[in-house]
């Protein structure tokens, strides 16, 4: 085995404990980690991304299954929309050059890391009551599928919003849900790049298998690690990492004036946390309830109250 694969092996354990650990994002460092390290072509480092993030969402799933957060009839209609288009977006990315590819997948890097940066409201126990048509979560599927189909990853941040405001599902059920539909299509835009991409099999199950056990791992520091702050961390981390990919795909000019935007960016935001209150780096407090809280009426109340009758 060479060294790059046992590099690119070593770094798919760490990938699989991000996994582990957020429940979705790691998958988005899959196709950079084969492309510049593992030096596979982007259009192989995508079909061989998708088997990752299909294989290591199927064996999450059993562990959500056994806990009763899946929706199977939603997942399956979500799931079948979600495949037509992945498969479509694998048979189209299979004809489009690599630097468009990978172009589009920073664009994915940076749209999932504010995702993660942002984070999500948590409305456990809560369903939405807005459900949608079924032609509407269909169609939402259907461009859902087409691109992760096309560049490889990306599902999580997609599906679970997507299952929560079209479906009206809780957040544990649509974090359960996710994994079925992401399986789903990923293995259905597996099948569209395989129309034109061969892969690299012993490559390709090495990185699962190390993927996999990073995201057992994950799961035993889930809780000890706090969530939300290594959530953010690591959409910092998946930002710069974007930024990165569209650097070194982009003309030189055009890749240094982005590299010096993110510098600037990240000055602002520093200074912002310096001088400010409004800093990004920090999560929004709470927002308060529609309804104070109900304070006991004391003697000293009722004598006020007494005092403004009189």
């Not at 798919?12 to 390290?37: F, N």
């Not at 790049?193 to 892969?199: D, E, N, R």
């Not at 490559?203 to 702050?229: D, H, N, Y």
């Not at 290594?230 to 240094?256: D, I, K, N, T």
Request: hydrophobic letters at 55%; charged letters at 10%.
């Amino acid at each position: 085995m060479e060294i790059t694969t046992i590099i690119v092996v070593a770094l798919a354990v760490l990938v699989g404990l991000s996994l582990g650990l957020l429940g979705g994002g790691g998958s988005i460092l899959v196709v950079p980690l084969l492309t510049y390290i593992g030096g596979l072509d982007p259009k192989e480092a995508i079909a061989t991304s998708l088997f990752v993030v299909g294989a290591t969402s199927l064996v999450s799933l059993v562990g959500h299954a056994r806990k009763g957060n899946v929706q199977w009839r939603t997942g399956l209609i979500f799931g079948a929309a979600g495949m037509v288009g992945a498969f479509l977006g694998g048979l189209a990315g299979g004809y489009i050059p690599g630097t468009v590819l990978m172009v589009a997948f920073a664009i994915m890097m940076i749209a999932t890391a504010g995702a993660m940066i942002k984070g999500r409201k948590d409305r456990d126990g809560q369903s939405n009551d807005h459900h949608h048509p079924l032609w509407r979560i269909l169609l939402d599927g259907l461009v859902v599928g087409a691109a992760t189909g096309l560049v490889g990853a990306g599902g999580g941040f997609l599906v679970v919003p997507a299952l929560v405001l079209l479906a009206g599902l809780p957040m544990s059920a649509a974090v359960g849900t996710s994994l079925l539909v992401i399986a789903l299509k990923s293995f259905a835009g597996l099948g569209g790049y395989m129309t034109s991409v061969s892969l690299d099999w012993p490559i390709v199950l090495s990185v699962t298998a190390a993927a996999v056990v990073g995201s057992f791992g994950g799961v035993a520091l889930a809780s000890r690690v706090p969530e939300q702050a290594l959530r953010r961390g690591f959409g910092f981390f998946v930002l710069a990492m974007g930024v990165f990919v569209l650097a070194q795909e982009l003309p030189a000019a055009a890749g240094v004036a982005l590299v010096l935007i993110a510098v600037l960016a990240a000055a602002l935001a520093v200074a912002m946390c310096l001088f400010t209150t409004r800093c990004p780096f920090r999560s929004p407090p709470p927002a308060e309830s529609g309804t104070r809280a109900h304070r006991p009426t004391t003697t000293s109340d009722k004598n006020t109250k007494e005092n403004h009758h009189v």
